[in-house]
């Protein structure tokens, strides 16, 4: 009986040592650059442990060598390989796609349905098959018809700020966006129209805060979840609580039933995906599940990611007034040309506009990285003259160190600057398509970019109009790096001081003519 009892204590400690151990030596064995792992955090104990930020952190590892074409990290106990070589991102990304279609897979689309059926979760022929039904939601038409949608939610928003008390005009940016996006991605993709600045407590709002998020206690779930998949599984660890689900599920159930009844159409995600129905072969119908899984995920996005890009870019106005003074002549002078008349293709023909977004971008990215995993064996060149190629096997994962490829004074001059310049037509030309990536690139590139830079375009040229942008005594500046969380932030939040301008264009006629304003209410 001993005996036994010595073996199975054996054959448990080998167990877990390959478990925990087995990658730790990866990059030793085939001579790659890289930081030191420790077990089980890898090399993301800084994160954990609050002294650097993800963002922060990618960037001192990019730079372990200029000169290398990649470098080694250890995602928790799954080992990276982090392409710094922009010639080799375009290859993974664009030539050799079909070698490195998906993302690193590690929520179960049984126990977490809501992220492990969304178009970013999904996997070789049923993610080409949902992106290619929901591809048409994002075409220049469509957009044309949500700007409409967004033009009223933004002059709703800016009105709720231009007319607050100069007592309540310091507030916290983060808090403020995220209300905007929330009504947008509320009418966009669930058909229903909401005003949370002035109903801060509605249903979808609330439930919008829980799913995003990311307390210490969710911080901690997600390491778990992806770090160790098979793990959380069997102890049936969700990322999103039931209640959550049941209310999105409910949402699109309820929205779906209510059109069908009274023959409502309107030009959202939600409606592309109702008229699938009865035109997809068998076993490829969109389920409510499935819709609500490619809507949720589109929410998730649209109201933290996007919510991010506005608070990082209106600080950057606010810190930079000769960026705000540039920005209101061409406000002014889109104003004066169209006869106040703010239309979806004047807003799009607006350079600097445009060039602030994208600098606030390269900044303050809103992917921090992005991953591939390769489908089946692929030689890497040598990371550095001398060294050997490095065969990755199937299911290796790679990283594209967004941050650190826009923070590169090789490919950026100045980089630490916000030079909204760079990016007018003129010097376009000599950025590489490969290292400015705040969206991706190839296939997988993010099925939502237009609609996120549509959506910010529209609220700052609508909160321009009205405000000034002004720093206050709470405005971080410079602006440090909240270590407490995964995605960009900023220490102690996006505060800011919105001042009424005293000429300010309150009234802009939308391109169908009307003063715009959203309602309550399903629709």
Known sequence: MDTWILLSLLAGAIAVYYYFFKNLSFFEKYGIIHVSPVPVV????????????LAELIQKVYNLNQDAKYVGFFDGMNPVVMIRDPDLIKTIAVKSFDLFPDHRGFIDEVNDPLFGKNLFSLRGDRWRDVRTLL????????????????????????????KLPADKNVMEMKNIFTRYTNDVIATCAFGISVDSMRNPTNEFYVYGKDATTFSTLRNIKFYFVRSMPVITKMLGLKFVGDHVRRFFKDLISNTIHTRDAKNIVRPDMLQLMMETRGKRGPGKELTIEDMTAQAFVFFFGGFDTVSNLMCF???EIAVNPDVQAKLRDEINEVLKTTNGELTYDALNEMQYLDAVVNETLRLWPIAIFLDRVSVEDFELPPAL?????????????????????HRDPKYFE?????????FLDENKKDINSAVYVPFGLGPRMCIGNRFALLETKVMLFHLLTRCDLKMCAKTPHPLRLCKQNFALMAEGGFWLKIQPRDNANNTIVFSNGVNGSATNGHI
């Open 42 to 53: 890898g090399n993301m104990a800084p994160v954990f442990l609050r002294q650097s930020s």
């Open 135 to 162: 591809s048409p939601a994002f075409t220049s038409s469509k957009m044309k018809a949500m700007f409409k949608l967004m033009s009223e939610c933004a002059d709703n928003f800016t009105d709720f700020l231009s």
């Open 313 to 315: 870019a209106a600080h």
């Open 385 to 405: 003259p001398g060294d050997k190629p490095l065969l990755l096997k199937k299911g290796s994962s790679i990283w594209f160190p967004v941050f650190g490829l």
């Open 414 to 422: 100045k980089p630490n600057e916000f030079h909204p310049e760079r």
